[in-house]
DNA sequence: GTCGCTGCAAAGTATTTGCATAGCC
DNA sequence: GGCTATGCAAATACTTTGCAGCGAC
């Protein structure tokens, strides 16, 4: 189980040149077992619990070293913070323009199009990202 | 011309009960003639040449109530600045990974399964943003 | 004349950078 | 032991907020 987990980061890793720390080690796990897009300073606030003194550019450095290695996506919401999804697979998120929350949304979208626009473009795209906007159940309801 | 362009912004305003401003008029029309999208900085700077003291407060809350009327849309294309772009017809957007350029892409997302699965859930979206990453012809060829 | 809008100044927050030290390989 | 990664501190950049005066209606 989190064996597995550690093994699959310490590879991935190997693989890219870069060295196995307890910083990455533990992101790493928390960003699995979150399951879910975080802010880093949530994913920092819960990784610290674990081991003490963990720092925010830390924290940042890593979340930008396993975008590079393809273990999380980078999901650019609309709120203040940028979020990190631990969810590789293609799939969409909603953000509320009124509390701004974030929810993954379980659909395929077809981007072909737009890919091949930007190949047209001479750009190389590698992955697509969708946000949807509006309100929320919660806030349509109040 | 600019005549229709300041008639449209007036009526608009005036139909969600805003006053119409100077200020309002020319970040419109500057927001028009540039066509695409633009960072706050660069819509203040531009429009700050013709109308002198316009500041950047006022630059951002216009900006926001003109999302609020429908006349433009946010861009949240993970570079630094929220970009703010005057065309509202479906379209798609390329960032690039190292320059971090964002290009317009002339093709239709068909999110329809994303929008299904939003108001499955209570929400009510009321529009797509679809950002493709990668890396673009000028970063590729060096 | 009223009330909303603007400008100024300042604060707040997210993120990045420089550098010395610690620790993986 | 070399060289990368980390922690600390500070800096930077974007955006928002509070308040007093101006101006649209």
Known sequence: MSAT???RLADALRAGGHRVT???LVLYRVLEELGRHA???EIARVS???LPGLSLPTVYATLELFEGLGLLQRVDA???A???DPRTDPHAHFACRRCGAVTDL???VDAAAAEAAARAGGAEPDHVEVVLRGLCA???AS
Do not use: I, K, Y
Request: hydrophobic share 30%.
């Open 48 to 50: 610290a619990e674990r």
């Open 39 to 41: 802010s880093a300073e």
């Open 106 to 108: 379980d659909a395929a």
């Open 78 to 80: 609309g709120g203040p």
């Open 5 to 7: 987990v550690d093994q």
């Open 138 to 140: 919660d806030c349509r």
């Open 22 to 24: 307890s910083q990455r």
């Open 82 to 84: 940028t979020l990190f």
